[in-house]
């Protein structure tokens, strides 16, 4: 998708009609908007095409640590050179910025509600001299819901990189190793392989630590019959990764086995239940109720929705919960993560990245999973 469709996209939201332009300030929105990273903090107006004093174009202002680098990226880029009007901020000058955006004559502007303090908005409203400033996230959040190519390809080398964090510590790992230790082997891999970085702090849970959903990272040795569970993922040119993988290290315990492949079943059940117009929240009953029908006793401790967007964020909307109102629509990047914690035996989560596609979805996330 071009910078002109996510443009038209954004415009066609209803409450862009009450505004003249919209400011976007948030890195991952920028990001969005132009393709690649802009590291200092950045303004880019988006007016409404109708807008005093304006045209359609949207505007940068950059200062000149960025300008050359963000310059080049644009200009080599039809699409991106055609919409973009640079702004150059004159070394030194503070007033350059303000004063350009007054002589625009915007009375009313749409701003990033879910990312900036009303302190930020008050200061705006003295800096630029403008009257009404309205929450507009949802017109960019509900463009980034579905993913272009682009985005796809980025996503899809993001999950190729966590599956080779993962290969290293299932590969790795032996008895005595620590958690931390072999996250640190597969968060090298994962760089020597063109990872960008991770994509959240890498869980390693081992034992007891499993029943844990969000375990920190320790110095616990790995024992023989431990429950490994390992969540990973990776960042590829801003965009993220997320899988989720658990196994037993060496002799198998039957229960902890039963447990593992409940959450195993659990998933499959919920992808094939997976289809383009389905209420997220529809997805997240089917898994609840396949617990309580499966393993009652165990059914309270699925203690986290089933799944999440996934994209310049770690965790974005569509939400897969009990109370979301998002629709599964084509071309969006969620996880499916069912998961038990039992206290006292320990826990077991199965996530996949999956891309939505009409005629069948795709598991982004190779990794074998384990059952017994």
Same mark, same amino acid.
Request: aromatic share 8%; with cysteine.
């Given at each position: 998708?071009?910078?002109?469709?996510?443009?038209?996209?954004?415009?066609?939201?209803?409450?862009?009609?009450?505004?003249?332009?919209?400011?976007?300030?948030?890195?991952?929105?920028?990001?969005?908007?132009?393709?690649?990273?802009?590291?200092?903090?950045?303004?880019?107006?988006?007016?409404?095409?109708?807008?005093?004093?304006?045209?359609?174009?949207?505007?940068?202002?950059?200062?000149?640590?960025?300008?050359?680098?963000?310059?080049? *990226?644009?200009?080599?880029?039809?699409?991106?050179?055609?919409?973009?009007?640079?702004?150059?901020?004159?070394?030194?000058?503070?007033?350059?910025?303000?004063?350009?955006?007054?002589?625009?004559?915007? *009375?009313?502007?749409?701003?990033?509600?879910?990312?900036?303090?009303?302190?930020?908005?008050?200061?705006?409203?003295?800096?630029?001299?403008?009257?009404?400033?309205?929450?507009?996230?949802?017109?960019?959040?509900?463009?980034?819901?579905?993913?272009?190519?682009?985005?796809?390809?980025?996503?899809?080398?993001?999950?190729?990189?966590?599956?080779?964090?993962?290969?290293?510590?299932?590969?790795?790992?032996?008895?005595?190793?620590?958690?931390?230790?072999?996250?640190?082997?597969?968060?090298?891999?994962?760089?020597?392989?063109?990872?960008?970085?991770?994509?959240?702090?890498?869980?390693?849970?081992?034992?007891?630590?499993?029943?844990?959903?969000?375990?920190?990272?320790?110095?616990?040795?790995?024992?023989?019959?431990?429950?490994?569970?390992?969540?990973?993922?990776?960042?590829?040119?801003?965009?993220?990764?997320?899988?989720?993988?658990?196994?037993?290290?060496?002799?198998?315990?039957?229960?902890?086995?039963?447990?593992? *492949?409940?959450?195993?079943?659990?998933?499959?059940?919920?992808?094939?239940?997976?289809?383009?117009?389905?209420?997220?929240?529809?997805?997240?009953?089917?898994?609840?109720?396949?617990?309580?029908?499966?393993?009652?006793?165990?059914?309270?401790?699925?203690?986290?929705?089933?799944?999440?967007?996934?994209?310049?964020?770690?965790?974005?909307?569509?939400?897969?919960?009990?109370?979301?109102?998002?629709?599964?629509?084509?071309?969006?990047?969620?996880?499916?993560?069912?998961?038990?914690?039992?206290?006292?035996?320990?826990?077991?989560?199965?996530?996949?990245?999956?891309?939505?596609?009409?005629?069948? *979805?795709?598991?982004?996330?190779?990794?074998?999973?384990?059952?017994?």
């Amino acid at each position: 998708m071009t910078l002109s469709r996510k443009l038209k996209q954004i415009r066609n939201h209803e409450g862009f009609k009450e505004i003249d332009a919209m400011f976007i300030i948030n890195p991952k929105n920028i990001m969005y908007l132009l393709g690649f990273k802009i590291e200092s903090e950045t303004l880019i107006l988006i007016p409404n095409e109708d807008a005093l004093k304006c045209n359609g174009d949207i505007k940068i202002f950059l200062n000149a640590l960025e300008l050359d680098e963000a310059k080049k *990226n644009i200009n080599k880029n039809k699409d991106l050179s055609k919409n973009i009007e640079i702004f150059e901020i004159p070394l030194g000058d503070s007033r350059f910025v303000s004063e350009t955006i007054k002589n625009f004559g915007y *009375n009313n502007v749409g701003f990033e509600d879910d990312y900036l303090t009303m302190n930020k908005i008050k200061e705006w409203e003295q800096k630029y001299e403008i009257s009404n400033f309205i929450g507009l996230s949802e017109a960019i959040l509900e463009a980034r819901l579905i993913k272009t190519e682009e985005e796809i390809e980025r996503i899809k080398k993001a999950a190729n990189l966590g599956d080779i964090g993962f290969k290293t510590i299932y590969n790795s790992i032996e008895e005595g190793m620590s958690e931390r230790d072999l996250a640190a082997e597969a968060e090298y891999a994962m760089r020597k392989a063109g990872s960008d970085g991770t994509a959240f702090d890498t869980i390693i849970a081992t034992g007891i630590n499993s029943s844990f959903p969000h375990a920190t990272i320790s110095e616990k040795k790995i024992k023989e019959g431990d429950v490994v569970l390992v969540d990973i993922g990776a960042t590829f040119k801003g965009y993220h990764s997320d899988m989720s993988r658990t196994f037993i290290f060496g002799r198998v315990d039957e229960k902890k086995a039963d447990l593992i *492949n409940i959450v195993n079943e659990s998933q499959k059940l919920a992808l094939d239940s997976i289809k383009i117009g389905i209420n997220c929240k529809e997805l997240d009953k089917i898994t609840r109720n396949y617990f309580i029908e499966k393993k009652e006793e165990w059914s309270s401790r699925f203690i986290h929705s089933l799944g999440h967007g996934v994209g310049l964020d770690i965790h974005e909307r569509p939400y897969i919960s009990s109370n979301s109102q998002d629709i599964i629509q084509e071309n969006m990047v969620i996880t499916i993560e069912p998961g038990l914690y039992i206290p006292g035996l320990g826990g077991a989560r199965t996530e996949d990245l999956i891309l939505i596609k009409k005629n069948g *979805n795709i598991s982004l996330s190779k990794s074998q999973i384990y059952d017994y």
